[in-house]
């Protein structure tokens, strides 16, 4: 008995290597266009011709190009995430919640550690805006002419940076400077440190302009030693300023220079928090088991890769609605644990 069967399953030449819209247009005997239209924006093509060409994509295999696809439609489906240490714990949070937001969104995530370098991190920028559609900056060590070329030629959010006219994720940190130095002080510390950050961190300066700004308010000496690396091998040096100074308490940077100061300050045979006072910065993964508990300073920092992603989808998509943040505040607050006591009295 003679059966029919539909004309795009049969395929008049051998296919020697992965289909192409061309093969799927032959099959179906409309153009390669419409063929691009149905696969990438179906509304634009008839229903019954639409289901034709599904229905041949699906028997030939057919997967689609993504250089192909960018080229056709100026999107290429994925969102770079530069950080300038991939090794910092504080930046594991972050990305995974770029990673889930992304994802949720229908994006792939391309990681890029720019190695604490502003060199790095500018062809870095320009390579992506080939293949890109935009990118998130968490703690950019460009400058702020740089960094504001470099969103004007493609979407992009930072995180911890704060420049005229790019969109921000800006964890307050500054805010809760004054949290801590009360805290000291309630324990009998009248002379602080401040454990500075890179001379091009943006968040290092504003975190010592609220600290010492709430030093004056109430009195208390305030000074900055550094500027040290944001790793556990400048807790050395750190350390050794800070005992060299005199002062009885430290705010630090992050809590990686103050983790390795805690193990210095060891080395060295003073107690913490007998000898010495220690508040960190970010609250990092490990910071709750250190020898002694970290006392530090806590964000959100899964919600703030989250928070950046929609706003940067907001840029890539403004039809979709969601709303055209430019700024965006993520609260900080500080968590009390072992390595802040009470000022020796001897």
Request: with cysteine; charged share 20%; glycine share 8%.
């Amino acid at each position: 008995m003679f059966r029919e069967e539909h004309p795009w399953r049969h395929n008049p030449w051998h296919q020697t290597g992965p289909a192409t819209i061309h093969d799927i247009a032959a099959l179906c005997g409309v153009a390669a266009s419409t063929v691009s239209r149905a696969l990438t924006n179906p509304d634009r093509v008839n229903i019954r011709t639409r289901q034709r060409i599904q229905a041949a994509a699906v028997e030939l295999n057919y997967t689609p190009n993504s250089q192909a696809k960018a080229l056709s439609s100026g999107r290429t489906g994925a969102v770079g995430v530069l950080v300038p240490d991939i090794t910092n714990p504080f930046y594991f949070d972050l990305i995974r919640g770029t990673q889930l937001q992304l994802k949720a969104a229908g994006y792939t995530q391309l990681l890029v550690d720019t190695e604490e370098s502003d060199e790095v991190e500018a062809s870095t920028l320009e390579q992506l805006r080939k293949s890109a559609d935009g990118v998130i900056v968490a703690a950019s060590r460009l400058n702020d002419e740089s960094l504001a070329a470099a969103a004007a030629k493609m979407p992009m959010v930072t995180v911890n940076r704060d420049v005229v006219g790019v969109p921000a994720v800006i964890i307050d940190t500054p805010s809760a400077m004054p949290q801590a130095l009360d805290h000291l002080i309630s324990l009998g510390h009248t002379s602080v440190a401040y454990v500075a950050g890179p001379v091009v961190s943006q968040s290092s300066a504003r975190r010592w302009a609220s600290l010492s700004a709430a030093a004056e308010d109430r009195g208390v000496d305030v000074r900055s030693l550094g500027p040290f690396a944001p790793k556990t091998q400048s807790g050395a040096a750190a350390a050794d300023a800070a005992v060299h100074s005199g002062v009885t308490a430290c705010i630090v940077f992050n809590d990686l220079i103050a983790i390795g100061m805690l193990q210095r300050l060891r080395e060295r045979g003073l107690r913490v928090p007998e000898d010495m006072s220690i508040v960190g910065c970010d609250d990092i993964f490990g910071a709750d088991f250190c020898n002694p508990p970290l006392t530090t300073m806590s964000s959100p920092i899964e919600q703030a890769g989250r928070v950046a992603v929609s706003m940067l989808l907001a840029q890539l998509n403004p039809l979709a609605g969601g709303g055209n943040r430019s700024r965006s505040v993520m609260p900080t607050h500080l968590t009390v644990r072992g390595s802040t006591g009470p000022v020796s009295s001897g």
